[in-house]
T-cell receptor, first 113, second 115 residues
Framework: AQSVTQLDSQVPVFEEAPVELRCNYS??????LFWYVQYPNQGLQLLLK??????LVKGINGFEAEFNKSQTSFHLRKPSVHISDTAEYFC???????????FGTGTQLKVEL | DAGVIQSPRHEVTEMGQEVTLRCKPI?????LFWYRQTMMRGLELLIY????????DSGMPEDRFSAKMPNASFSTLKIQPSEPRDSAVYFC?????????????FGQGTRLTVV
């Protein structure tokens, strides 16, 4: 079984500042990793995913994440945030080749002027 | 494609009533998932289907919950009888399993309030 830990429940940041949202996972098998974003009253939308290959993954809206197998981490980063990035961000994991996602508890990113 | 379509968007019902949530997955997808989202427990996978067959229903809270997928384009999640603690947002998601692509597409959710 897999599990995901998002240690930060809320991250406040000023507009145009960089941000990092942390995600650590636990699994006894190889995994796929995902970041989803949820805007208020909306469903989840995929930001980016790591399946294999380069450990640095680029996604939509200027976000990127780096897979670190030794630290079992998949932190999400953006060099300069915008007000419109205010949302909840979920890290998720599945077994390689599987499609059952296990989600973290989410991190609320609040971008302030 | 219109994406994953869920209905209704909002449902308010009285305790003890039956509630049915509906989902139309993206055409061509062969996997369908039902999730529940609450403040206390976050996103929980309730059940998922592959090729219309339930594969894992270990997340279904109790016998009051049931899910069906009679064909590739329709699924229902039923709660009977409903209780206030079932109040949550219920999401349906679909994906195509095969070729290593496991991106799940989510519907906009059904916000259920049981009073």
């Amino acid at each position: 079984a897999q599990s995901v830990t998002q240690l930060d429940s809320q991250v406040p940041v000023f507009e145009e500042a960089p941000v990092e949202l942390r995600c650590n996972y636990s699994s006894s098998v190889s995994v796929y990793l995902f970041w989803y974003v949820q805007y208020p009253n909306q469903g989840l939308q995929l930001l980016l995913k790591y399946l294999s290959g380069s450990t640095l993954v680029k996604g939509i809206n200027g976000f990127e994440a780096e897979f670190n197998k030794s630290q079992t981490s998949f932190h999400l980063r953006k060099p300069s945030v915008h007000i419109s990035d205010t949302a909840e961000y979920f890290c998720a994991v599945s077994e390689t080749g599987g499609n059952k996602l296990t989600f973290g508890t989410g991190t609320q990113l609040k971008v302030e002027l | 494609d219109a994406g994953v379509i869920q209905s209704p968007r909002h449902e308010v019902t009285e305790m003890g009533q039956e509630v049915t949530l509906r989902c139309k997955p993206i055409s061509g997808h062969n996997s369908l998932f039902w999730y529940r989202q609450t403040m206390m427990r976050g996103l929980e996978l309730l059940i998922y289907f592959n090729n219309n067959v339930p594969i894992d229903d270990s997340g279904m809270p109790e016998d009051r919950f049931s899910a069906k997928m009679p064909n590739a384009s329709f699924s229902t999640l039923k709660i009977q009888p409903s209780e206030p603690r079932d109040s949550a947002v219920y999401f349906c998601a679909s994906s195509f399993q095969g070729g290593g692509n496991t991106e799940a597409f989510f519907g906009q959710g059904t916000r259920l309030t049981v009073v």
